[in-house]
């Protein structure tokens, strides 16, 4: 699929738009509906702020290790972008002591404009986590991996980047009805960011960016 999506949506920014959706599975039959905001840091009128995207998820427990959901980039509507995501999140590890619990979610990122303005990326997150304070919350750190599938950019430029990876660490508060998340994350330090005209905060200089995000989850 050739690459012709809007060129303002550069891959920092489409990597940047959310958070890690689920880390821990939701409990067997449970539902999940999060909100959340953030995105990369930007400066915008001498302020340094994150990007205001949100986005909405609905999630459901398969069973006790396997979650899957659908999440909607509300703000990327508004401007006449669909950008819809589904995955699954797998436990494949039970937290031990001191050695955490490993959770990996696939996910397929959908893009789509007009006809010839559509992306689907590839994703694969992986998370460790530790419970504490008796299960009422939990930190985690991971990596999330975006996967460019074409060959040719815009122009007909050759793609020199075929993976996109993005760390980062979390806390989620558990209560019994809602969950509270804040996460940082390092987006796509491999990528310049100097040929943008978004300004992006960052630490590694012209390349990736630094966001931060914050968001709810009800379940029920």
């Known amino acids: 699929m050739r690459e012709t999506i809007l060129a303002s949506l550069i891959i920092i920014t489409i990597t940047s738009c959310a958070p890690t959706r689920f880390v821990k599975p939701l409990a067997k039959k449970q539902q999940a509906v999060n909100l959340s905001l953030g995105g990369a840091l930007i400066s915008y009128s001498k302020l340094t702020i994150p990007m205001p995207f949100v986005t909405a998820t ?15 980039n509300i703000t990327s509507l ?4 669909a950008q819809v995501e589904l995955g699954l999140t797998k436990q494949l590890l039970q937290q031990k002591g001191v050695w955490p619990g490993v959770s990996v979610s696939p996910v397929a990122n959908i893009i ?26 939990f930190f985690y750190v991971g990596i999330s ?18 993976w996109l990876f993005n760390p980062m660490i979390g806390e989620t508060f558990v209560r019994n009805k809602w969950n509270y998340n804040i996460e940082l994350k390092v987006i796509a330090p491999n990528i310049a960011n100097n040929t943008s005209i ?10 990736g ?10 379940k029920f």
């Open 58 to 72: 609905y999630g459901y427990g398969i069973d006790s290790t396997l979650t899957g959901f659908g999440a909607l």
């Open 78 to 81: 508004v401007y006449g972008n």
């Open 112 to 137: 789509y404009r007009n006809k010839d303005a559509s992306k689907v990326y590839p994703q694969v997150d992986i998370n460790a986590f530790w419970d504490y304070n008796n299960k009422r919350n």
């Open 145 to 162: 991996n975006w996967f460019e599938l074409a060959g040719k950019r815009v122009y007909d430029q050759e793609q020199e980047h075929h």
């Open 198 to 207: 978004v300004d992006y905060k960052t630490p590694f200089g012209s390349h």
């Open 209 to 218: 960016a630094f966001g931060i995000y914050i968001g709810c989850t009800r």
